[in-house]
């Protein structure tokens, strides 16, 4: 079946540690997405990808870091930087990037809950 | 600023009632998405609205789209159980050479009841 996996479903994180957020699709998409979810608000993007080996900085990305080494995998890192990272992160994709069709739905996977001890 | 809101954001019904979601934004757009989320899950796509008048139904839930008026409605229609969860609208704001680029409103939690 395809679809995007994320791992780990819960992640707890130490005071100065850097920690990576698993994203893999195998729906060969182009396009990838990481957003963040605070309790009861909306999704806010944090990076994206159209390509391989390019990406782009979203709304805020401050404290966070990406690559796209790989068109099948976005993973992030939530930096020591980053003070408040307690929060859901949901990855998502889309079939086609640059210079693509636009109006493509977004495709979520399941969500990785960070939790800061 | 770019804003997407959506109102009401709470809105607890009886089952066999119609309500209607409103989500209104404020940059020229002709794309719009309609999102479901159950609690402490991830999000699943309802609807794909890229032209002005568009509108698209499934079962029990009717979506529109008025780009003039940037203005989308989420109808609701003799609601059942199975359909409290939240609902999310998601402005696409992508260019041609840049992609899609999706601005969310605050979602809409929305309780069926008996």
């Known amino acids: 079946d395809g679809g995007i996996t994320q791992s780990p479903k819960y992640l707890f994180r130490k005071e100065g540690q850097n920690v990576t957020l698993s994203c893999e699709q195998n729906l060969n998409h182009d396009a990838m997405y990481w957003y963040r979810q605070d309790p009861g608000q909306g999704l806010r993007l944090i990076y994206y990808s159209q390509i391989v080996n390019d990406f782009q900085k979203g709304d805020i990305a401050e404290g966070y870091s990406v690559s796209r080494e790989k068109k099948e995998s976005f993973p992030l890192t939530v930096t020591s930087a980053q003070k408040n990272p307690t929060a859901f992160y949901l990855c998502?994709?889309?079939?086609?990037?640059?210079?693509?069709?636009?109006?493509?739905?977004?495709?979520f996977g399941p969500g990785t809950r960070l939790l800061v001890l | 600023e770019l804003k997407v809101e959506q109102n009401p954001l709470f809105l607890s019904m009886q089952e066999g009632k119609n309500y209607t979601i409103y989500c209104n934004y404020s940059?020229?757009?002709?794309?719009l998405y309609w999102y479901r989320q159950d609690p402490g899950k991830s999000l699943e796509s309802l609807f794909v609205l890229l032209s002005n008048g568009a509108v698209k139904q499934e079962g029990r839930l009717m979506a529109s789209l008025d780009t003039k008026a940037r203005l989308s409605t989420l109808h609701i229609t003799a609601a059942v159980h199975d359909l409290s969860a939240t609902y999310f609208c998601?402005?696409?704001?992508?260019?041609?050479?840049?992609?899609?680029?999706?601005?969310f409103g605050q979602g809409t939690e929305l309780s069926v009841k008996p």
């Open positions: 998601a402005v696409d704001i992508g260019t041609y050479n840049q992609g899609g680029k999706l601005i």
């Open positions: 940059t020229t757009s002709d794309r």
């Open positions: 998502a994709s889309t079939r086609t990037g640059l210079a693509g069709e636009l109006g493509e739905t977004q495709y």
